[in-house]
């Protein structure tokens, strides 16, 4: 089974940058990933997603602000946050869907605050 695990967040001030890490314990050239977050008391959101071929796919909120890329050699997905906006506080997860499961990263919080 594939774990992953995330690394990167903590707290930043509006406009500043922040990369978000996550990666998996075994080959996922394979398939697709992507990012979500979840802010208190909010349902959990798609933030932004990558195929297997390097396709990417982002919620309008974050478009031209986030980035996000894969490097398959490393087993590693990224999420480059620029511009952060207090409304992008959450914990943020990165998951990838396999066949029959969908495996999610432990969460990291990131908070936008001055």
């Known amino acids: 089974q594939v774990q992953l695990v995330q690394s990167g967040g903590g707290l930043v001030q509006p406009g500043g940058s922040l990369r978000l890490s996550c990666a998996a314990s075994?080959?996922?050239?394979?398939?697709?990933m992507g990012w979500y977050r979840q802010a208190p008391g909010q349902p959990r959101e798609l933030v932004a997603r990558i195929s297997k071929l390097g396709t990417t796919d982002y919620a309008d909120s974050v478009k031209g602000r986030f980035t996000i890329s894969r490097v398959n050699a490393k087993n590693t997905l990224y999420l480059q946050m620029s511009s952060l906006k207090p409304e992008d506080t959450a914990v943020y997860y990165c998951n990838i869907p396999l066949p029959g499961v969908t495996i999610w990263g432990q969460g990291t919080l990131v908070t936008v605050s001055s």
């Open positions: 075994k080959t996922i050239f394979a398939y697709a």
